[in-house]
């Protein structure tokens, strides 16, 4: 059940704003068809965040979590958004200076809409990569797109 990709990181158990447990849902994910157990479920409301993804050709739904929870290790994850495919970026966005507070990101797979004040559920089910700082946003761009085609393989759209 575990493919490659989860080897890399488990996040702490139950790790999830919303007090639910991972374990209660079972997803189904595009390889063979089979039930995949999400690493890890978030949910919170859609806050601002400084629009650059939108610049980046990328948008993103941002989720703030509240004090005391717990996010999952920093980290780009394949899962779902609101039930959509997503990439989900977790951490401090260190292509962009030092300090910043933690931050969930995630993208939805062909939606355009506009989320704030939503409150979304994210479910992680494949790490794909570390968080990493790139020399510039044409490097950054390039790895995002190679993200969402390894969403688009990884994960089938509801
Ligand atoms: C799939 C995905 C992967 C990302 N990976 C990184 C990364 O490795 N390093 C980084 O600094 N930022 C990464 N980001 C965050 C972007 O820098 C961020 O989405 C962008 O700056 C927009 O921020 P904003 O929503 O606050 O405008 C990633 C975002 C997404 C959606």
Do not use: C, K, W
Request: net charge neutral.
């Amino acid at each position: 059940m575990s493919g490659p990709s989860r080897a890399a990181g488990r996040p702490a158990g139950g790790a999830a704003t919303g007090g639910r447990a991972a374990g209660e849902h079972a997803l189904r994910g595009a390889v063979g068809g089979e039930a995949i157990e999400p690493l890890a479920v978030v949910r919170g409301v859609v806050v601002p965040g400084d629009r650059r993804g939108r610049l980046l050709g990328f948008p993103t739904a941002n989720l703030r979590p509240g004090p005391g929870a717990q996010l999952p290790p920093f980290g780009v994850y394949a899962g779902t958004a609101g039930g959509r495919p997503a990439a989900v970026s977790i951490g401090v966005r260190p292509t962009y200076g030092s300090g910043l507070e933690p931050l969930l990101e995630a993208h939805l797979l062909d939606f355009e809409g506009d989320l704030y004040g939503v409150e979304l559920e994210v479910v992680l089910l494949h790490r794909l990569r570390p968080e990493l700082a790139f020399a510039g946003e044409a490097e950054l761009i390039a790895q995002i797109a190679a993200d969402v085609a390894e969403v688009r393989r990884l994960v089938s759209p509801g």
